[in-house]
Each structure stands twice: as C-alpha cells, then as structure tokens.
Nanobody, 126 residues
Framework: QAQLVESGGGLAQAGGSLRLSCEAS????????MGWFRQASGKEREFVAA????????YYADSVKGRFTISRDNPKNTLYLQMNSLKPEDTARYYC???????????????????WGQGTPVTVSS
C-alpha cells in the first residue's frame, strides 16, 4: 500500500527554521515527482514546492521562494522541506504528495495526485 508519512513539524519563532521530512513506502519513490502543500485553518490548500523525479529541478510558490528549499533522497525514499526565515503566515498543516508529472503538483490537479500524507503541523509565533 502506497504511503507517505510527514514529520518534523512543530513550533518555531519568526525568523527560525524547521526541516520537514516525508518518508515514502509501498511505491517506487524515484518514479514520481514530489511536492509539498500547506493548509492553514479556514483556508484552501495551497502549493508550496515541487521537485522532479531525479531532484535536479524544483519549483516554488512565490510566497516561499528564497526561504524554503525542497530536496529528495531517492535511495532513502525521503522528501525534505527546509524552511528558513519562517513567518507567522507560514503557520499551517504541511502535506507531501506524489504525482507522475510535476505540473500536476504545481496546479494541485487532485485527480493526478496519487498519494497524500496525513500532514504535519507547523506553528510560527511572532
């Protein structure tokens, strides 16, 4: 059974850092583009970052560009999100997802997002 499990969330102060991890199992991780999304309370889920299968190219939402870095370790079946210079508006539940195509992640094409994790909460205090 395909599964994604996020970890690393928690409480941080504004200006601080957190590193999220997303461990994959039950499917061939290296065959999928991967992405991070977030959903704040009372708001719609939004795209954060995505990375191609081999990890050589990534795409970011404007709101996190220059502060967040997505990466992956295919032998370890793990996706990461390094979050620096955190802001209170980064407070949300963060999810990872897998898709065949990068654009499916960037566009949040629900029908083509094949695996989702349960999310990990991030709270940034001012």
């Amino acid at each position: 059974q395909a599964q994604l499990v996020e970890s690393g969330g928690g409480l941080a102060q504004a200006g601080g850092s957190l590193r999220l991890s997303c461990e994959a199992s039950g499917f061939t991780f290296s065959n999928y583009a991967m992405g991070w999304f977030r959903q704040a309370s009372g708001k719609e889920r939004e795209f954060v970052a995505a990375i191609i299968r081999g990890g050589g190219s990534a795409y970011y939402a404007d709101s996190v560009k220059g502060r967040f870095t997505i990466s992956r370790d295919n032998p370890k079946n793990t996706l990461y999100l390094q979050m620096n210079s955190l802001k209170p508006e980064d407070t949300a539940r963060y999810y990872c997802a897998a898709a065949q195509k990068l654009h499916s992640l960037v566009r949040i094409d629900e029908g083509n997002l094949e695996v989702w994790g349960q999310g990990t909460p991030v709270t940034v205090s001012s």
